[in-house]
């Protein structure tokens, strides 16, 4: 069993940055590529990241490539999504999730372990 906490989220303005992380603990980390999902109200949660257990292999949707950047640092069995130059149709729940190792995951079904979520709001 992998525990996945997010941090990071919060209020921010149209054109701001934020960082957020994943801590991981429970299991080995480098065993499981990881990604960041997002839900907006009333909306399905969507696929926003995945990144390889090496790093070396990152996918994104279309609308955050050149603003976000998924990376990961296994010996602090942690996950980060840098987000900058960010948009009010960003604004969502925002998750930590675990998938098998040498997959970039982009369907939620793929995934084996979620963190609980965490709020990203950007305001106009």
């Known amino acids: 069993q992998v525990q996945l906490v997010e941090s990071g989220g919060g209020l921010v303005q149209a054109g701001g940055s934020r960082r957020l992380s994943c801590a991981a603990s429970?299991?080995?980390?480098?065993?499981?590529?990881m990604a960041w999902f997002r839900q907006a109200p009333g909306k399905e949660r969507n696929f926003v990241a995945s990144?390889?257990?090496?790093?070396?292999?990152?996918t994104y949707i279309d609308s955050v490539k050149g603003r976000f950047t998924i990376s990961r640092y296994n010996a602090k069995e942690a996950a980060y999504l840098q987000m900058n130059n960010l948009k009010p149709g960003d604004t969502a729940v925002y998750y930590c999730?675990?998938?098998?190792?040498?997959?970039?995951?982009?369907?939620?079904?793929?995934?084996?372990?979620w963190g609980q979520g965490i709020q990203v709001t950007v305001s106009s």
């Open positions: 999730a675990a998938g098998s190792a040498d997959v970039l995951v982009t369907n939620a079904a793929d995934i084996l372990y």
């Open positions: 429970g299991h080995t980390f480098s065993d499981y590529s």
């Open positions: 990144i390889t257990w090496s790093g070396r292999g990152t």
